[in-house]
């Protein structure tokens, strides 16, 4: 079994209309990706689909990806393209549930977001908002998860 250091959240950076994986599936392909971007996915309804075992290596966060597990919500940015959390409280539920339960599995594993992973430019300690490569997946994480 890998040794999982860390539970990556993202968002999927796309249309909270979306109903399959099948969009994102084609564009890992598209990407010569052979693994899958994440473990699970989060559909607005709460529905949960896995999309690869945790023993499989997926293709969230260049560097962290064999000791990560990566999770993503079905959203994440509004009309315009811009980012946004615009979980659904359905959603909400279904990562919280889904993150419990693989912090009981994982208990060492840290919850991040994928924008966690920023550099930090300023040397700080901090990684702000302006130094995010990403903002994905558009919330606060750590906070959000604190008590798991």
Not at 31 to 60: I, K, M
Request: hydrophobic share 35%.
């Amino acid at each position: 079994m890998r040794n999982i250091k860390y539970l990556v959240v993202h968002c999927t950076a796309g249309s909270q209309l979306t109903t399959t994986t099948e969009k994102l599936k084609s564009h890992w392909r598209s990407l010569g990706w052979q693994a899958p971007g994440y473990h699970y996915v989060v559909f607005p309804s709460g529905h949960t689909v896995r999309l690869a075992e945790d023993r499989q290596v997926c293709n969230g966060v260049r560097g962290i990806n064999a000791e990560s597990i990566h999770v993503a919500y079905v959203g994440g940015i509004d009309h315009m393209g811009n980012p946004v959390d615009n979980r659904t409280e359905a959603q909400k539920a279904a990562l919280y549930f889904l993150l419990e339960q693989l912090k009981a599995r994982y208990p060492s594993a840290e919850p991040l977001g994928h924008r966690d992973f920023s550099p930090d430019l300023n040397g700080d300690g901090e990684i702000s908002e302006d130094e995010f490569i990403k903002h994905c997946p558009c919330f606060d994480v750590r906070q959000e998860y604190a008590g798991l």
